[in-house]
């Protein structure tokens, strides 16, 4: 009856599918485990999801080295070398994610299986999020990757803070999913498609100069700029990150984050890259604006979770960057997308070890302030001397990874060579020295202040937390001295040739 | 007689205004909820309209994406007032101000 009703069963490459089909059936079994589980073997839990992300990284490695690549649902999911790479990040993050959480959830007094449960629900998001190459597959992801961060924000839901930070959360991301929403129904009325291919071609012909797909394109990029707060739509941001658990605050100031970038870079490079004239300029003036007020409000937060976050904000205009600048010539749209893939690769890294060195010295000191940071190299050398290694990344001191992030962001910006590009490129270098400022000064802290309550008893770090200690630092220094590794990445992982 | 597809649009950007401007004004949570579900319809009848025009079945299968995830969304949205009402009475957002922006 089906197939009379002219309906053909879409031919699916089940072998291109296997990261997203072993994290769904992951999170299936961590829910249903979860019901049957003692509270005394709800550790197993996490090692669940550990092993399942672990063989999805494996499936997703297999794929990119046989070079595999499938083209789905006509064009509407498409497993390429972008979709892998990725892939292969936001699993890699995910479970760093897992060893940052597994002693914060387990000691705390809340429920075990559904942060698993709901952490994996995000990461499939993300995972088909890198595949979607069409505006409902796109719009699907992103809430599949939204809708289980603003309960995480909410997790310790005894806590007003936190239950505020869900709150605040919620409602501004569904604002910027309702914004984005219309931007996209607007652009399918004018191109009469929800294929991002298709779209690109009716922007590059026709419809050009069609004042509603102006006003479509500017809705879609305002609805990612809210997730990834960018300034003026950042202001969620420092409140969620702040009253959130801070394992899920690492989680979405860098996966989510992610997540919404990947989503940018393919309706930007596939769908609208023949409409720079609108959003080169916005995009330049996002960037500049969230680069310059991120690093002047983090001048003077007092509080280390609130200093990340804004920290991690004034990234996300480094990684808008290259977006202001590709629309000049066909040299800088690759070298800019390079750019903003190899900066998202690395941020990754620096700022998931930044967050995890939080975790391990509160586990001790009960505490958020920077203060508290006092004198840290007098009992815990060898995390004092991580975080510095994370803090000077995230400032681009070479020969750290941060700095080749950075590098590649000039590159790109003196390969578009125009002079708004140059402008906004001394915007960047000014920062970056504003940026400076704070990260050392939490670096002074802990290597030059005394110890605020004079306790020196060592900090016992669990051995998950030591792991994803060693994850992070490996990566950050390994691209520092090899660069030539990532950047290989971030050109095998390039849609424009 | 037919009603020209741009009235619908019209209609629906106005549906979408009354929306976003609701959710920016208004300050009872519940009341915003309702502004966002305001937002979402109005996305749905622009979708509509257009796969009209267009004679394209791809707008109209868009509707169905949306109308699921704005339950989603309204399951979780809930579920986050569930919380906030049992820790405090009423749920104005002027009262959730414990981290200042």
Not at chain 1, 64 to 88: I, P
Not at chain 1, 120 to 141: E, K, P, Q
Not at chain 1, 464 to 470: D, K
Request: one cysteine or more.
């Amino acid at each position: 009856m089906l197939a009379a009703a002219g309906f053909h069963v879409p031919n699916l490459d089940y072998h291109a599918l296997a990261p997203e089909i072993v994290v769904a059936a992951t999170l299936a079994v961590v829910l249903v485990a979860d019901l049957f589980l003692d509270d005394d073997n709800k550790w197993l839990l996490s090692n669940v999801s550990g092993w399942g992300l672990l063989v999805a990284l494996f499936f997703t490695i297999e794929l990119g080295a046989r070079g595999h690549t499938a083209s789905m649902v006509g064009g509407a999911y498409v497993v390429d070398d972008f979709a892998l790479v990725l892939k292969g990040l936001f699993l890699v993050v995910g479970y760093i994610v897992l060893l940052m959480s597994a002693n914060y959830v387990e000691e705390g007094d809340y429920y075990e299986g559904e942060f698993y449960f709901l952490i994996l629900c995000s990461l499939l998001g993300m995972v088909v999020m890198s595949s979607a190459r069409d505006l409902i597959t796109i719009f699907v992801a992103l809430e599949t990757l939204s809708l289980p961060a603003y309960m995480l924000a909410g997790w310790r839901k005894r806590d007003l803070r936190s239950n505020e930070a869900s709150l605040k959360y919620y409602l501004l991301g569904v604002l910027a999913s309702a914004v984005m929403l219309y931007g996209m129904s607007l652009v399918f009325g004018f191109s009469g498609s929800t294929l991002l291919v298709d779209i690109g071609k009716a922007t590059q012909g026709t419809i050009t100069h069609a004042p509603l797909v102006t006003v479509g394109i500017f809705f879609i990029a305002v609805g990612f700029a809210f997730k990834v707060s960018a300034v003026p739509f950042h202001f969620w941001a420092p409140d969620t990150y702040e009253g959130a658990p801070t394992p899920v605050t690492a989680f979405l100031s860098v996966a989510s984050k992610t997540g919404g970038f990947v989503a940018l870079l393919q309706i930007i490079y596939i769908g609208f890259i023949g409409r720079s004239d609108v959003w080169g300029p916005m995009f330049w003036a996002l960037a500049a604006l969230t680069m310059t007020v991120g690093n002047l409000i983090a001048l003077r937060q007092t509080n280390i979770v609130r200093l990340l976050a804004y920290s991690s904000i004034a990234q996300a205009g480094y990684i808008l960057v290259p977006f202001a600048v590709a629309g000049s010539n066909t040299k800088s749209i690759h070298s800019a997308f390079t750019a903003s893939v190899v900066y998202l690769l690395i941020y990754a890294a620096m700022n998931l070890g930044a967050f995890t060195v939080v975790i391990a010295v509160a586990r001790k000191t009960r505490s958020g302030d920077i203060a508290s940071f006092g004198g840290l190299y007098e009992y815990a050398p060898g995390l004092t001397v991580l975080m510095t290694v994370f803090l000077f990344s995230l400032a681009g001191i070479p020969p750290l990874a941060g700095a080749w992030a950075k590098i590649f962001v000039f590159r790109a910006v003196l390969d578009s060579g125009t002079s708004s590009a140059v402008a906004l490129g001394i915007v960047a270098a000014v920062n970056a020295v504003i940026a400076l400022f704070y990260y050392a000064s939490v670096a002074r802290v802990m290597w030059m202040s005394p110890v605020p309550d004079g306790d020196r008893t060592p900090i016992r770090i669990p051995a998950t937390l030591q792991a994803a200690l060693g994850l992070t630092v490996l990566v950050v220094v390994a691209i520092g001295i090899y660069p030539q590794l990532f950047a290989h990445l971030g050109d095998v992982a390039s849609l424009v040739r | 007689m037919t009603v020209p597809g741009a009235w619908f649009l019209t209609l629906a950007a106005i549906l979408f205004v009354v929306g976003a401007v609701g959710l920016l004004v208004r300050r009872n949570v519940l009341v915003m909820f309702m502004c966002v579900e305001l937002m979402l319809n109005a996305v749905n009848l622009t979708f509509v309209t257009f796969a009209r025009m267009l004679d394209d079945i791809g707008g109209q299968v868009v509707v169905f994406f949306v109308l699921v995830v704005a339950a989603a969304e309204v399951v979780v949205g809930l579920g986050i007032i569930v919380a906030i009402f049992r820790r405090r009475a009423g749920a104005t957002a002027d009262d959730i101000s414990l981290l200042r922006g």
